[in-house]
């Protein structure tokens, strides 16, 4: 049940007895039957009815209606208005606790908006972030290597017998095996390094090919970069002559078939 319609009325008897106290009896139930149809209406503080409703409600004749309602007017017990066929009575108690409950309903909405609002920003933040770190991740997974592995599922008799694994080269050009070749002298004569491994000699081959985008000058150029800033390691390219030019940006690697199919034998014979 509602709270504004509960079985029993909140009479306050003082107010009642310091207003009503100067009404006949006759006028005290008939504003008294009012505001019984004000509670069950919801507590509202209006009451509208016609003249002939009047007499019904109050049990008394025209002209009796008309004398109480000059008794409640004149003793200001209510707000009273003429209205096309009939009256309004109204409640001055509950039209001032009404506009105490609107006025309350307002500022709890408004809490309640201010706090949606700081929700809503939050999560507009959390998910920008969160989308951030999706790009950061498909960034990161446009530059790995894009090889699809097929597994064999026969034997061809080589697994088990101690065969010394190969390193596929990215490109098949005699040249870049050339400058390859070359990096590899530099890097035993220069600082006393060399692959450990062919697995290890793949893997500069691929940060290589990924450093060059797939392009085989680019990877050459690195190489030549690397040798002639004696460096010992492969890095991208530094611009020259194109300062405050954001670099391209990265795109993802490509590899021939022929590489591809390479790389998965030398990934299962290994």
Request: proline residues 3%.
């Amino acid at each position: 049940m509602s709270k504004k319609n509960l079985p029993h009325i909140a009479l306050y008897v003082g107010d009642w007895e310091r207003d009503c106290n100067v009404l006949s009896l006759e006028a005290e139930m008939a504003w008294l039957k009012i505001i019984f149809k004000m509670h069950l209406s919801g507590n509202e503080p209006v009451y509208k009815t016609s003249a002939k409703g009047l007499q019904i409600l109050w049990k008394c004749t025209a002209g009796k209606a008309a004398e109480i309602i000059d008794e409640l007017s004149i003793n200001n017990i209510c707000a009273i208005e003429d209205i096309r066929g009939g009256y309004s009575f109204t409640s001055r108690r509950l039209q001032r606790e009404k506009n105490i409950s609107q006025t309350r309903s307002k500022a709890a909405k408004k809490r309640y908006n201010i706090a949606e609002e700081n929700t809503t920003t939050l999560n507009k933040t959390a998910a920008k972030v969160l989308q951030n770190t999706d790009i950061d991740n498909d960034i990161d997974n446009d530059n790995d290597i894009d090889i699809e592995v097929e597994i064999k599922t026969d034997f061809d008799g080589k697994e088990g017998m101690g065969e010394k694994p190969t390193v596929v080269l990215p490109y098949p050009s005699a040249e870049f095996a050339r400058q390859w070749q070359l990096w590899k002298t530099y890097r035993h004569n220069e600082h006393s390094q060399n692959y450990q491994s062919a697995e290890s000699e793949q893997a500069a081959l691929v940060q290589l090919t990924n450093l060059a985008q797939g392009k085989q000058t680019t990877a050459i150029a690195i190489l030549h970069q690397s040798i002639s800033k004696g460096w010992k390691g492969l890095f991208e390219i530094k611009p020259q002559g194109n300062a405050g030019k954001e670099p391209a940006s990265k795109s993802k690697v490509k590899y021939s078939d022929d590489f591809k199919r390479k790389i998965a034998q030398r990934l299962q014979s290994g």
